[in-house]
């Protein structure tokens, strides 16, 4: 996906998804890597803080999420969106 970044700085991650005991997925800028484990509220999709990330250029980047291991179809983890929120 990508993004338009106006101000740089550390961003808090809130992942929205169905939550899932054993997996993780990395959220990767051009500049940081972040590990989200995706615990609570299995099987209802909610909103979590999970981490920071930290973002040092503004201007329009890519921010790709990808599992850290394979995910089989049959383990229903849910992943609707990524929102960043810059920390004051």
């Given at each position: 996906m990508d993004r338009k970044i106006e101000k740089p700085g550390s961003?808090?991650?809130?992942?929205e998804d169905n939550g899932h005991e054993a997996?993780?997925?990395?959220?990767?800028?051009?500049?940081?890597?972040?590990e989200v484990y995706p615990k609570g509220n299995v099987?209802?999709?909610t909103?979590?803080?999970?981490?920071?990330?930290n973002i040092v250029k503004k201007g329009t980047i890519i921010i790709k999420a990808y599992p850290k291991e394979?995910?089989?179809?049959?383990?229903?983890?849910?992943?609707k969106g990524?929102?960043?929120?810059?920390?004051?």
């Open positions: 961003f808090q991650v809130i992942s997996l993780s997925y990395e959220l990767i800028t051009p500049t940081d890597t972040l099987g209802k999709l909103k979590k803080p999970t981490g920071t990330i394979y995910i089989e179809w049959w383990n229903k983890f849910s992943l990524v929102e960043l929120v810059l920390v004051k």
